[in-house]
T-cell receptor
Framework: DGGITQSPKYLFRKEGQNVTLSCEQN?????MYWYRQDPGQGLRLIYY???????QKGDIAEGYSVSREKKESFPLTVTSAQKNPTAFYLC????????????FGQGTRLTVV | QQQVKQSPQSLIVQKGGISIINCAYE??????FPWYQQFPGKGPALLIA?????SEKKEGRFTISFNKSAKQFSLHIMDSQPGDSATYFC?????????????FGEGTQLTVNP
């Protein structure tokens, strides 16, 4: 069953804590992306990666970190430096190249408690 | 900075009516304009997409109209159904080698009343 798996579906973080969101794909797509979704602000790009061991900052990278050690996996760490982390986080993948469809996971809802 | 502006933020339509969502972009290098549909608690899914070499693309009840000179494009949903109730995002990207990242609009929450 091909697709993108994000886990966990719900995550609660205490103040000052780092948390890691998982994104795994078996679509054999080269490019992977992390977006943050807030009401009324659309989807904003946090980080993206085109190949293993390489990634670039998106528009709102501050307070986040990523790694791309395997083609299938692109975990996102929300660090304590991210002052307003409560949001819906979406992972996406694409075949490398222009004008190709982005496929999204089901998302992780992160809440600070 | 928001490179793709979407309106309205919310839209209520009666069943059978036409839903129209508009987007405007700034970057003339954009050359791919998809629309995504998102249901609550789910990730977005591609609905329909257009390239700037055509002015209109239709797939079933969904039509994209594209105006290159005005840098605007819109989604029309004909014969809107309650099952179309969702959040819709327009997006744009440019055909570059650096990841073809999508820039999204703010989203429109569509409610179709029965």
């Amino acid at each position: 069953d091909g697709g993108i798996t994000q886990s966990p579906k719900y995550l609660f973080r205490k103040e000052g804590q780092n948390v890691t969101l998982s994104c795994e794909q078996n679509l054999n797509h080269d490019a992977m992306y992390w977006y943050r979704q807030d009401p009324g602000q659309g989807l904003r790009l946090i980080y993206y990666s085109q190949i293993v061991n390489d990634f670039q900052k998106g528009d709102i990278a501050e307070g986040y970190s990523v790694s791309r050690e395997k083609k299938e996996s692109f975990p996102l760490t929300v660090t304590s430096a991210q002052k307003n982390p409560t949001a819906f986080y979406l992972c996406a993948t694409k075949i490398q190249g222009p004008n190709t469809e982005a496929f999204f996971g089901q998302g992780t809802r992160l809440t600070v408690v | 900075q928001q490179q793709v502006k979407q309106s309205p933020q919310s839209l209520i339509v009666q069943k059978g009516g036409i839903s129209i969502i508009n987007c405007a972009y700034e970057n003339t290098a954009f050359d791919y304009f998809p629309w995504y549909q998102q249901f609550p608690g789910k990730g977005p899914a591609l609905l329909i997409a257009i390239r700037p070499d055509v002015s209109e693309k239709k797939e079933g009840r969904f039509t994209i109209s594209f105006n290159k000179s005005a840098k605007q494009f819109s989604l029309h949903i004909m014969d809107s159904q309650p099952g179309d109730s969702a959040t819709y995002f327009c997006a744009a990207s440019k055909g570059e080698t650096s990841g073809s990242r999508l820039t999204f609009g703010e989203g429109t929450q569509l409610t179709v009343n029965p």
